[in-house]
């Protein structure tokens, strides 16, 4: 069937230092996607999204890329923080529609 | 606080009890969802509404499970007969259909026990 996936399940990065967090798609209708960060007990947090008709947006530290020829997308994390120690989720979505499709997720380990 | 609000925020039970969440969703926005979580996994997929509709349901929502938003505003998870395997966190979200993107936005969840 189709998925999200992550290609790592655990990462682990000195305070300072920039992240990547990558993730895989397989379903080619999917036109929006999110990443969420969640911490330990609690809902997941939005952090950013694109749609399929960009290749690359930015935010506050965070930078998301999509790169629909591999069905690759990543979420880098500049300068690294110790709150920003988590499990990250890609998710994605189709047509505007309803449900998101979550991937199995990335645990940050952010060493001071 | 103005979130995606749900309650309460732990359950435990016993096998057989019915239990029932609610979710309060982010004001005006008319879509309104309902996950579930084990530990290590990401959310799954059970149902959700635009506004009072129903509009598309899981096939992990057994017969034992119903979801209701009766009036397009707040949303209630009910799970009959509970099972061991219900253990998890069940999540709701909320989203405005349209406009840039989807942006669903999620509570802090409500964990279940069931003993």
């Known amino acids: 069937g189709e998925s999200v996936g992550l290609h790592l399940p655990t990462l682990s990065v000195q305070e300072g230092d920039n992240s990547i967090i990558n993730c895989a798609y397989s379903?080619?209708?999917?036109?929006?996607f999110i990443w969420y960060k969640q911490e330990s007990g609690k809902g997941p947090q939005f952090i950013i999204d694109?749609?399929?008709?960009?290749d690359k947006r930015q935010g506050q530290r965070v930078t998301v890329l999509l790169n629909k020829t591999v069905k690759h997308l990543s979420l880098q994390i500049a300068a690294t923080q110790p709150g920003d120690s988590a499990v990250y989720f890609c998710?994605?979505?189709?047509?505007?529609?309803?449900?998101?499709?979550f991937g199995q997720g990335t645990e940050l380990s952010v060493k001071p | 606080d103005t979130g995606v609000s749900q309650n309460p925020r732990h359950k435990i039970t016993k096998r057989g009890q019915n239990v029932t969440f609610r979710c309060d969703p982010i004001?005006?926005?008319?879509?309104l969802y309902w996950y579930r979580q084990t530990l290590g996994q990401g959310p799954e997929f059970l149902t959700y509404?635009?506004?009072?509709?129903?509009?598309?349901k899981s096939r992990l929502l057994s017969d034992r499970f119903s979801a209701e938003r009766p009036k397009g505003s707040f949303s209630t998870l009910e799970i009959q007969r509970t099972e061991q395997g219900d253990s998890a966190m069940y999540l709701c979200?909320?989203?405005?259909?349209?406009?840039?993107?989807?942006?669903?936005?999620f509570g802090e969840g409500s964990w279940l026990t069931v003993v």
């Open positions: 979200a909320s989203s405005l259909a349209g406009g840039r993107g989807n942006t669903i936005y």
């Open positions: 379903n080619s209708a999917s036109d929006y």
């Open positions: 694109i749609r399929s008709n960009m």
């Open positions: 998710a994605e979505n189709m047509n505007q529609g309803g449900k998101l499709i």
């Open positions: 004001s005006e926005h008319n879509r």
């Open positions: 509404f635009q506004n009072e509709a129903q509009l598309e």
